[in-house]
Structure formats: C-alpha cells, structure tokens
C-alpha cells in the first residue's frame, strides 16, 4: 500500500511568506546572504563597495574606449583577413571595428556607471572583453593574414600545463593543504623527464616525472602535516629548492653531455573523421596526447570530487577536518593519498614541455605553476572552472606567440609579459568573490 501523499497547499510556506516579493512591502530586516539578492529587488540601495566596484568597472570601459579610438582607430588601418580553414576566411577593416567597439565600450561604461552591478555585469564585461580582444587582433594583423583556428588550437595546447597543473592544486587545497609549490613540482617533472627519457625513452621519463614530483609532493605534505610548518613557506621553499637543482644539473650534466637532453617528441593525433570537422575539427581533434589526457583527467576529477564517496570525504577534510575525523575518515592520511596524487598529476604536466620541445632548458617552466594557481582560485576549486580559466590564460599565451611573428611593434618583452598581465586583470576582476576551503592551511592534530 502506497503512502498518502501530501496535497498541495494553496497557503504559502513560512519560508515563502518571509521571501520578500516584488512590488510588495520592504523586509524588516536583512540577512548576512541577502543584500544581493534583495538589491535585485528593488528594496535597498546598493552598497557603498557595490557603487564603487560598478564606478570602476565604467571606468575600465572608458579607459579601453579611449584606447580603442587613440591607438586602434589611428593611421591607415587595412583590412585584416582572419583564416577559419585552409579555403575558408573572412575580412575585418579596422578602423570601422575600432570606432564601433570604441562607442559600445563607452556606452557600456555609462551604463555600469549609471545603473551599478546587476545581473547582466558579468555577460557585458564577456562581450566587452571578446570584443576589444578582437579589435586588437585585427589591429595588430592590419594588412595581413591570422589564422584563427591555429590561433585557438595553440591556445588549447598552452593550457595544457595550465590545466593540469591546477588540477594539481585543486586535489592538494580541497584536501587543506596549501599547495605554492606547483611551479616546483612542474619543473622537476620537465627535468626529470628529459634526463631520464634522453637514457631510456620518453614514456619512461614520463613515469619518472611523475614519481619525481610525487615525492615532492610528499615532502610537502611531511612538512605541513608532521611539523605543521607554514604550508605557504614550505612551498615557496620547495620552488626556489627545484629551480636552484635544476639550474645547476643543467649547467654541469646536460650542457656537458647533450646526449642526456635530447628526448623523442610526442608528435599531435588525429582522430578519424572527427578532426575533418570544419573549424573544431582541427582546434579539439588534433592534439597531442597531453590535450586528451588533460581533458579526460578534468572530467574524471570533476566527476569523482562531486559524486563519489572519495570526493565526498576529500571536501570534508578540507572544509571540516575535526567533523571529518569524528566521523572516522583519517585526515592526514587523506591528505598524503591527495598529495601524491596531485605530485603525479603535476609531474606528468612537467613532461609536456620536454615532450613538446624534446629537451630541458633552465627554468623552462618560467613561472606557469604560479600562474596554474591563479587558475586554481578564478576557477573555484572546481576542475571545469579551472579548465575555463586555463584556456584563457592558454589563448593569451598564445596570442602573445603570434603577435611575435606579425611586426606588430610591441616590444618581446611585453608580449611576454601579457599572460602574467592577464592574470592580475582577471583575478583582480573574478578573483575576489572565490571561497576557499574553509580549513585551507591549517594545522590538524589527529585525535
């Protein structure tokens, strides 16, 4: 015999007679939560640091406005042919797109100064970005041809490392610890890989890469755990450790003997009939088995962390350890299984770069693990917001890559330093609002 089910009620629930309705009379009193969400409504002004988070966002879109009509808009301008296929392109003249992405620009800088922040912020600061982007593409390609397939599909290759770097920092910091040392643990995995895979073969570097950095790894859980250092310390400890070795065997093993630094490259794949796909074909179905890899892992890890019992204790070890060990989950070695993993998934993304240029250089890694952190915290410890996130700073690598070849007269110098700029614009702009684990980077005594 089946439960009686419960009839609906006409009368409404305490919890929806207490939400405030639209046109209706004002709550007489706000929750901690609830400020945005009733501004939204109409019932309260927005806050002092709302107006002036909405004054500065205007104020951004005029400064890219007067950039777009100083810089963009000026001198002869021509006629830019961006390439979508090997007989396929369209044209863009630059100056008309500088002065209407100049007027937008304006107009939505007025608005967000005017109205403030709202619900259509995030998607018109997305079309601004796109738009001024692409205004400075066909600046910067005036008179000349830009392959916008090659283009993205460099950009997904640059965020490779990105990607699974963070994934790195994601498993080590939803488990509580704090993990700097990215950029160290990917560094010794590009040495090690070469080193091992110039003797062997680069599928055997590989997996020393990986048990490299796992022991890294290791080491910094050690630290945290057994002697509850600082875990922001350590890890900067562990990176200027890695990169002070790695310097030196460079210079006194490989430079010496160039036979230990020559590795095997891992040439890209391509997937029958998917990689005949106008435009997508080539950008996600040529690849290297690195891309693959990298995006199976986001997708396996984004999985487990949310659905099954391994994830499930993971986040309660990072948000509430004491809860966590009450119910009988073992915190520290949660967080030395989490660690090694996390080494493992850092090194192999080390031994992309001796994979994709077949050797090791000195300080090959030039500042990517910090970068990949960067991507840990827009991305909200999430894999896939992580993925997104990468494949920004990915598409501003390689941006900065083809502008070299063009002549476009920006100094190397800054063009190098664009994917670094781009990484203070956008955790400065998506950074604030990331909450982290609550437990991040605190010491936990087992009872």
């Given at each position: 015999m089946s439960a009686p089910v419960d009839e609906?009620?006409?009368?409404?629930?305490?919890?929806?007679?207490?939400?405030?309705?639209?046109?209706?009379?004002?709550?007489?009193?706000?929750?901690p939560g609830e400020e945005a969400y009733l501004g939204t409504l109409g019932f309260l002004e927005e806050s002092p640091e709302n107006k002036r988070r909405a004054r500065n966002i205007g104020i951004a879109y005029l400064v890219a406005a007067v950039v777009c009509l100083v810089v963009f808009a000026r001198g002869d301008g021509g006629v830019s042919t961006f390439g979508i296929s090997d007989d396929s392109s369209f044209s863009v003249a630059g100056i008309p797109l500088a002065w209407f992405t100049a007027v937008t620009l304006a107009a939505l800088g007025g608005a967000q100064i005017m109205r403030g922040t709202g619900k259509w912020t995030a998607?018109?600061?997305s079309v601004a970005a796109i738009l001024f982007v692409f205004t400075f593409m066909a600046w910067a390609a005036a008179g000349q041809s830009f392959s916008l397939t090659g283009t993205l599909q460099d950009a997904l290759k640059a965020a490779t490392p990105l990607v699974l770097g963070a994934l790195a920092g994601i498993m080590c910091e939803r488990s509580g610890i704090i993990n700097i040392a990215i950029e160290g643990l990917l560094l010794s995995g590009a040495f090690t890989s070469a080193l091992v895979g110039s003797l062997t073969n680069i599928w055997i570097g590989i997996v020393a890469a990986m048990i490299a950095s796992c022991l890294l790894a290791l080491l910094l859980a050690w630290l945290a755990i057994r002697f509850s250092v600082d875990q922001v310390i350590a890890g900067f400890a562990i990176n200027f450790f890695v990169l002070g070795l790695t310097s030196f065997l460079?210079?006194?093993?490989?430079?010496?003997?160039?036979?230990y630094n020559s590795v095997k490259t891992i040439g890209d794949?391509?997937?029958p009939i998917l990689s005949d796909i106008p435009f997508i074909g080539p950008i996600?179905?040529?690849?290297?088995?690195?891309?693959?890899?990298?995006?199976?892992?986001?997708?396996?890890?984004?999985?487990?962390?949310?659905?099954?019992?391994?994830g499930l204790r993971t986040r309660a070890v990072g948000e509430h350890p004491q809860a966590a060990g009450t119910l009988g989950v073992n915190v520290i070695r949660r967080r030395y299984y989490n660690l090694a993993m996390a080494g493992a998934i850092a090194g192999f993304g080390g031994s992309w770069w001796t994979a994709d240029v077949g050797r090791f250089n000195e300080n090959i890694t030039n500042g990517r693990g910090f970068i990949a952190l960067?991507?840990?915290?827009?991305?909200?410890?999430?894999?896939f917001g992580a993925l997104l996130a990468a494949l920004l700073f990915?598409?501003?690598?390689?941006?900065?890559?083809?502008?070299?070849?063009?002549?476009?007269?920006?100094?190397?110098?800054?063009?190098?330093?664009?994917?670094?700029?781009?990484?203070?614009?956008?955790?400065?702009?998506?950074?604030?609002?990331?909450?982290?684990?609550?437990?991040?980077?605190?010491p936990y005594e087992q009872q």
């Amino acid at each position: 015999m089946s439960a009686p089910v419960d009839e609906p009620s006409d009368t409404p629930s305490s919890a929806d007679a207490e939400r405030p309705q639209r046109g209706g009379p004002p709550p007489t009193s706000v929750g901690p939560g609830e400020e945005a969400y009733l501004g939204t409504l109409g019932f309260l002004e927005e806050s002092p640091e709302n107006k002036r988070r909405a004054r500065n966002i205007g104020i951004a879109y005029l400064v890219a406005a007067v950039v777009c009509l100083v810089v963009f808009a000026r001198g002869d301008g021509g006629v830019s042919t961006f390439g979508i296929s090997d007989d396929s392109s369209f044209s863009v003249a630059g100056i008309p797109l500088a002065w209407f992405t100049a007027v937008t620009l304006a107009a939505l800088g007025g608005a967000q100064i005017m109205r403030g922040t709202g619900k259509w912020t995030a998607a018109a600061a997305s079309v601004a970005a796109i738009l001024f982007v692409f205004t400075f593409m066909a600046w910067a390609a005036a008179g000349q041809s830009f392959s916008l397939t090659g283009t993205l599909q460099d950009a997904l290759k640059a965020a490779t490392p990105l990607v699974l770097g963070a994934l790195a920092g994601i498993m080590c910091e939803r488990s509580g610890i704090i993990n700097i040392a990215i950029e160290g643990l990917l560094l010794s995995g590009a040495f090690t890989s070469a080193l091992v895979g110039s003797l062997t073969n680069i599928w055997i570097g590989i997996v020393a890469a990986m048990i490299a950095s796992c022991l890294l790894a290791l080491l910094l859980a050690w630290l945290a755990i057994r002697f509850s250092v600082d875990q922001v310390i350590a890890g900067f400890a562990i990176n200027f450790f890695v990169l002070g070795l790695t310097s030196f065997l460079d210079s006194r093993v490989l430079t010496r003997n160039p036979d230990y630094n020559s590795v095997k490259t891992i040439g890209d794949i391509e997937v029958p009939i998917l990689s005949d796909i106008p435009f997508i074909g080539p950008i996600l179905f040529e690849q290297s088995f690195y891309v693959y890899t990298a995006l199976a892992l986001v997708g396996i890890i984004g999985w487990a962390l949310f659905r099954t019992k391994w994830g499930l204790r993971t986040r309660a070890v990072g948000e509430h350890p004491q809860a966590a060990g009450t119910l009988g989950v073992n915190v520290i070695r949660r967080r030395y299984y989490n660690l090694a993993m996390a080494g493992a998934i850092a090194g192999f993304g080390g031994s992309w770069w001796t994979a994709d240029v077949g050797r090791f250089n000195e300080n090959i890694t030039n500042g990517r693990g910090f970068i990949a952190l960067a991507v840990v915290i827009v991305g909200r410890w999430n894999p896939f917001g992580a993925l997104l996130a990468a494949l920004l700073f990915g598409f501003a690598d390689a941006l900065a890559l083809k502008f070299s070849f063009l002549g476009t007269g920006i100094p190397s110098e800054f063009l190098e330093m664009a994917p670094f700029l781009v990484t203070l614009v956008v955790v400065a702009s998506f950074g604030r609002g990331a909450r982290p684990p609550k437990a991040l980077g605190q010491p936990y005594e087992q009872q």
